[in-house]
């Protein structure tokens, strides 16, 4: 069974910055559009960022645009979420998944339904 497994969560103030990791062991995520997730307290689950299996990004969130970068190292399987001056509104649980039905990212919403793999998330604290 493949699940991602994520890192780097931490606490932090804001402004700071956090790098994530979503890593698949096993499982090779070269064909696959891989996602970025965030779930804050009392909140439903929203996407964040795609990448498409050639590298290009998609963001869906306006408030993260300027200030996170998705990148991927398929060698590795692994994906990575870069996130600079972040904001108390940012708290929450990141969480990463692959779409096995494409490649690419979708160009306007994130379908979760599409999404599998889903690992059990990174807590990221924004917090003075």
């Known amino acids: 069974q493949v699940q991602f497994v994520e890192s780097g969560g931490g606490s932090v103030q804001p402004g700071g910055s956090l790098r994530l990791s979503c890593a698949a062991p096993?499982?090779?995520?070269?064909?696959?559009?891989v996602g970025w997730f965030r779930q804050a307290p009392g909140r439903e689950r929203e996407g964040v960022l795609c990448?498409?299996?050639?590298?290009?990004?998609?963001s869906y969130q306006e408030s993260v645009k300027e200030r996170f970068t998705i990148s991927r190292d398929n060698a590795k399987s692994t994906v990575y979420l870069e996130m600079n001056n972040l904001k108390p509104e940012d708290t929450g649980v990141y969480s990463c998944?692959?779409?096995?039905?494409?490649?690419?990212?979708?160009?306007?919403?994130?379908?979760?339904?599409?999404?599998?793999?889903w690992g059990k998330g990174t807590l990221v604290t924004i917090s003075s």
């Open positions: 990448i498409g299996y050639s590298g290009d990004s998609t």
């Open positions: 998944a692959a779409n096995l039905m494409r490649s690419r990212c979708s160009p306007s919403v994130i379908l979760q339904y599409e999404y599998t793999y």
């Open positions: 096993g499982f090779s995520l070269d064909e696959y559009a």
